[in-house]
Nanobody
Framework: VQLQAFGGGLVPAGGSLRLSCAAS????????MAWFRQTPGKEREVVVRISWGGATTVYAEFVKGRFTISRDNAKKTVYLQMNSLRPEDTASYYC????????????????WGQGTLVTVSS
């Protein structure tokens, strides 16, 4: 499966953005999906993950109550709605996919989109 992430940009603190990740070339319904983020010099960290059917979502503590993940399997797209953005949310955001197995971290995901940069100004 190929993934393409888009929707990043510059937003003031307190603002909102919606990221999208469009998949092609695979049976999207089979894939567990996740959003990760990374800043220079730091490890890639998971933001949120969603199961193949959308029934299970797991959020990092630092985004709970502010970010919402969703997926539209008919459109082969996963979304990340980001509200109440903070300067510390500034990062490149990556979508990732895997089929089954554990979801312990980046190494468990087989497919990656290119990053989309989110910059939150203070």
């Amino acid at each position: 499966v190929q993934l393409q992430a888009f929707g990043g940009g510059l937003v003031p603190a307190g603002g909102s953005l919606r990221l999208s990740c469009a998949a092609s070339g695979g049976a999207f319904l089979n894939y567990d999906m996740a959003w990760f983020r990374q800043t220079p010099g730091k490890e890639r960290e998971v933001v949120v993950r969603i199961s193949w059917g959308g029934a299970t979502t797991v959020y990092a503590e630092f985004v709970k109550g502010r970010f919402t993940i969703s997926r539209d399997n008919a459109k082969k797209t996963v979304y990340l709605q980001m509200n109440s953005l903070r300067p510390e949310d500034t990062a490149s955001y990556y979508c990732a996919a895997k089929i089954g197995g554990p979801a312990r971290g980046p190494l468990d995901y087989n497919y990656w989109g290119q990053g989309t940069l989110v910059t939150v100004s203070s």
